[in-house]
């Protein structure tokens, strides 16, 4: 592999401003452990090596079982593994990241509202763009995991 730039080096001041949504997304009205679920769900969508490696560690780290992090893929079929709200907001998750397909449909977007209130919708569409953001640079720059730079 050929060496690629480290982003976060020669860009400092847009990755302290990306770093400053994470913090307050960290800060903000859903549940850490929900959107570190959605944080993976999207980098699993986009392929981000990087970003799968992290917010596994993470979620562990929280306490998620392992059938629930092993499962995440198959979220859909995973039955009551998942509450309401998680399916709400991986449903979500998934319908933003794959905005290219279909666009973001009124009965997608009627469902989440069902189930979150207009802050909590928008801290999580916040956190699925961000996340999105950051695939695009893990996987344009090859950051490698955590699991690979042992």
Same mark, same amino acid.
């Given at each position: ?16 401003? !990306? ?30 090596? !990087? ?82 953001? !950051? ?5 344009? !720059? ?9």
């Amino acid at each position: 592999m050929t060496h690629r730039a480290d982003y976060a080096k020669a860009s400092p001041d847009a990755y302290r401003a !990306f770093g400053g949504v994470y913090a307050t997304l960290q800060q903000a009205s859903l549940p850490k452990q929900l959107v570190d679920l959605v944080y993976l769900r999207v980098s699993q969508i986009n392929g981000c090596a !990087f970003c799968i490696d992290m917010h596994s560690r993470d979620l562990l780290k929280s306490g998620l079982s392992t059938d629930k992090l092993v499962l995440l893929p198959v979220w859909h079929d995973a039955g009551a593994m998942f509450s309401v709200r998680e399916r709400s907001a991986l449903a979500w998750a998934e319908t933003v990241t794959r905005v290219a397909g279909a666009g973001v449909p009124d009965a997608d977007y009627q469902a989440a509202a069902a189930e979150f209130s207009d802050r909590e919708l928008a801290d999580l569409t916040y956190a699925v763009g961000l996340m999105n953001a !950051f695939n695009r640079f893990g996987i344009a !720059f090859r950051t490698q995991p955590a699991a690979v730079s042992a």
